[in-house]
């Protein structure tokens, strides 16, 4: 399949001559299907440029629910078995393409709320300000084996997990697209900041990104800049045409800014007696946690004992706290001359030596 280009077409006939499992992921951002009625005046009477193109009109709900399966049958037979497929909207759709998701044998993994930090304001003052919109994660079926970058994202954040309420700004400024009279190329462009958390968390550099409504191509600017290939589908000319022109000005971030590190999941399984064999712990050295409350015996067979009881560097480190549970490698540390070592980091020396032969 060739990739990095724009498809100027129709969503649903265009993803038709894509070959079967031949994209990685799948960023959607189909019409909302608003129902305004009528112009949206703010209250000095001016008008709100608000979405009334003829793309966003559907005759009814059943029209709308007809497109949108047709579109999603398309995505999953066109996405590899580990692909995950994400899809953006508001109140007047999210809930229908959901439902649809379902019965097509998609597997919902999480709903994300984009929370907006400078949302539109509620100009007739009928309901709250709506300041937020949803996105739907789910993968091809009930597949384990998709692509989701837990440990660097938690790096970013703190060194914790990462929630799924997202505060990102609205396309505001420099990158917002506007046209020659100033006014916006597009209603609805997403920013940049949004899809490269999700390109980030969810898709591997190389990967084929696909956008079956690309607008003005911001999924294709992200990627290129990410490192991730992708094909965009669009069916408006002058909206192709702007995001070709953009990505084309789009400049690839060096492959070591990009790159995930390897997850720990991935990394091969050290079990804590392989330490004390390879004398990296000793056996009848003590264990003690980082404020030395509790205290430990590592025993010849790679167990440990506190008060008489026998049990894995986990078992006793949860119940020495009264916890159901316990990381006994992030837990106990064995004393040296430096100071305390972290089980952890001896295993990670064990790693480092495994991956050098």
Not at 138 to 154: E, I, V
Not at 289 to 304: L, N
């Amino acid at each position: 399949m060739t990739v990095d280009r724009v498809i100027l077409g129709d969503c649903i006939s265009e993803l038709e001559k894509l070959p079967a499992g031949s994209v990685d992921l799948v960023f959607a951002d189909p019409p909302y299907n608003l129902q305004l009625e009528g112009a949206l005046s703010r209250p000095d009477q001016s008008v709100v440029d608000a979405v009334d193109d003829d793309w966003d009109k559907f005759a009814s709900f059943e029209a709308y629910d007809a497109f949108t399966r047709a579109w999603l049958l398309q995505c999953r037979r066109v996405m590899k078995p580990d692909a995950t497929l994400w899809v953006i909207g508001s109140y007047h759709n999210i809930f229908r393409v959901g439902a649809i998701l379902q019965d097509l044998g998609f597997w919902v993994l999480n709903d994300v709320v984009w929370r907006k930090a400078n949302p539109m304001p509620n100009f007739r003052g009928r309901r709250f300000t709506n300041a937020h919109e949803t996105m739907i994660w789910a993968s091809r079926g009930q597949s384990k084996g998709y692509t989701f970058h837990y440990d660097a994202l938690k790096a970013g954040n703190e060194d914790t997990q990462v929630r799924s309420d997202w505060f990102i700004p609205l396309c505001t400024g420099g990158e917002r697209l506007k046209g020659e009279d100033g006014r916006k190329v597009h209603p609805t462009q997403k920013p940049e900041a949004l899809l490269a958390r999700v390109l980030l968390s969810s898709s591997n550099p190389g990967d084929v990104v696909l956008d079956p409504f690309f607008g003005t191509g911001t999924t294709g600017a992200v990627a290129k800049k990410l490192g991730r290939h992708f094909v965009g589908i669009e069916r408006d000319p002058d909206y192709a045409a702007a995001a070709r022109e953009r990505i084309a000005a789009a400049v690839p971030l060096d492959l070591s800014v990009v790159e995930a590190p390897p997850s720990k999941r991935s990394e091969p399984r050290i079990p804590f007696a392989s330490l004390v064999e390879a004398g990296l712990v000793a056996a009848g050295a003590k264990l003690v946690d980082e404020k030395r409350r509790y205290t430990a015996v590592v025993r010849a067979d790679g167990a440990i004992m506190r008060d008489g009881i026998v049990g894995s560097i986990h078992k006793i480190g949860a119940l020495s706290q009264g916890l159901p549970a316990c990381n006994g490698w992030t837990f106990w540390s064995v004393e040296s001359e430096g100071g305390l070592v972290l089980l952890d980091d001896l295993r990670k020396q064990m790693r480092d030596v495994m991956a050098a032969a």
